[in-house]
């Protein structure tokens, strides 16, 4: 009789602790506690001689920027150059996978791109050199096109300037007829 008090004492010990770790368990998945992680900063953090500066263009888009502004200018239009994706559109919140598609977007830009006078993007230029041949860059300038067509926006691809043809484009894309028509769609 000895022996199973012992073992009734003994199995009781173990229900308890066992009852004990899972109520335990469940506190700490209802409330999990955070432990601050301290990490580890360096404090002697310089840019000074960590950066260099580089060219803003190529050649050739220097080349195209100079005759694009030229027509542009015609118009009253403005021009702005290498502007990023992120500051042309945005994923609509609240869809699925909304990260990633805004990752897909912030570090990308386009090579130019025409504003109204308020500076309302209307158009956008990419200038299409070599560069562009790869099969990443394809990749990339597929869902390029994609994105900011989606979001209204005309994109022109351009290999070089043609200044009669681009202009037609340009104002198309614009929806400018002439340079009166445009002056007066800004009288009030």
């Known amino acids: ?8 004492v003994i199995i009781a010990i173990v229900m308890i ?9 469940q506190f700490e998945k209802s409330n999990p506690i955070e432990i601050p992680v301290e990490i580890p ?3 002697n953090i310089s840019a000074t001689g960590k950066y260099k500066s580089k060219w803003l263009f190529s050649y050739n888009e220097k080349d195209v920027y100079k005759k694009l502004k030229e027509i542009i200018d015609k118009h009253g239009l ?9 500051d042309l559109i945005e994923p609509i919140s609240g ?12 570090a990308k830009h386009v090579d130019f791109v025409i504003c109204d006078t308020k500076l309302v993007a209307k158009c956008i230029i990419e200038l299409d050199d070599n560069s562009h041949q790869s099969n990443d860059r394809k990749t990339r300038d597929t869902f390029v096109d994609e994105a900011v067509t989606s979001a209204g926006y005309t994109i022109i691809h351009i290999l070089g300037v043609n200044p009669d043809n681009l202009e037609s484009q340009i104002l198309q894309a614009c929806n400018i007829k002439t340079i009166s028509a445009t002056i007066q769609e800004e009288q009030p």
């Open 78 to 86: 403005y021009l702005c150059a290498k502007v990023r994706l992120l």
């Open 41 to 43: 900063q360096e404090t």
């Open 17 to 25: 602790g066992r009852s004990k770790k899972a109520s335990q368990n």
């Open 1 to 8: 009789m000895l022996y199973i008090t012992i073992i009734a």
């Open 95 to 106: 869809i699925p996978q909304y990260k990633t598609y805004f990752y897909k977007i912030q």
